[in-house]
């Protein structure tokens, strides 16, 4: 089968970490036969730059023709102003939103070898294997904003709406996602003072109760959630939350890792039946890093990392994403690292020589016929 996949390397980081995750999906093209063809589009930054928009339209058209999208990471310092009529981050929401990927899925675990790493106690991190499931297209991010001017001065509000078709379709792939793992499922609200809180609440106390008995379900509130991700994080197992207490959670849960330059995250629309794929965006959670931009720095393992989501979510190629897994593992376990997670002592390796090393280790996975 062929697959077509849209690149958006974007600003800083992006382009030379998109570039070793297609030195790796080549690698399992070769090795287990399949053919991946690429098409590259401009977002973010560079795209201001090229065009005076962060998410040209040929960049959507590209994206909806293809059967998933790669995307490096977006912004720096030239277009900070948060103040802009146009910014880099536009692109990104204005992807999510035009190709409906509702379902952000950012999965934490931390390797054995990576645990001194983190800036917690090594013996609370040792289990930790969790995914927070973020809402991604609805929310206090995309309600109506407003600022205006009346006797008193400035006012300015963001309106956060939820439907119920909005809160039932993540919460069921979330619940389907636990089903296949440790079978729990948190539900982080603030239900105590949003009324958005209490419909996804009662929503998902509905949906857990007729369709997924078997699912442990639980409901944490989102400050206590914050505070228990760092005091007991290996007691969770599937987070599933609004969009902007997931944008908070999920870096305050990379940290458990340390480095941000390990974690990959997949972006999901509605399965569509009659189709073999399912349209995904898959990117790092780490940003452009503009400061080690073009100098060999950048861990490309989180890149590398999304590939494998790519396969598994959007290709239902399991085999291979398990074999980028092992080989993303190799790495970190042969000190083929970059400075971020290096040891003391460990020379730090370039991020064209990390990719090298996995796509190497993917080439030499016996596939069984
Ligand atoms: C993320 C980022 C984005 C978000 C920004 C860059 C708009 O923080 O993907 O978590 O808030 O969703
Ligand atoms: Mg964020």
Redesign the pocket.
Known sequence: MEYKIALLPGDGIGPEVVAEGIKVLQAVGDNFGHSFTTNTGLIGGCAIDETGTALPEATVALCRESDAVLLGA??GPKWDNPDAKVR??QG??GI?KALGLFA?LRPVSVHPLLIDSSPLRPELLGDVDLVVV?E?TGGI?FGEKRRERDANGEWASDLCLYSQHEVERIVRVAAELARTRRNKLTLVDKANVLETSRLWRSITTRIMRDEFPEVQFEHMLVDACAMHLIRRPSDFDVIVTE??F??IL??EASMLLGSMGMLP?ASLGAPAPDKPVRMGLY?P?H?SAPDIAGQGKANPLAMILSVAMMLRHSFGLEQEALAIEASAASAVESGTVTGDIAKPGQSAKTTGSVGDAVAGWVRAVVVNP
Do not use: A, K, Q
Request: negative net charge; proline residues 5%.
């Open positions: 977006v912004g880099p981050e990104l929401l999510r952000n973020r991604l991010y969009n902007m997931g944008d999920t870096d995250s990117e959670i940003g």
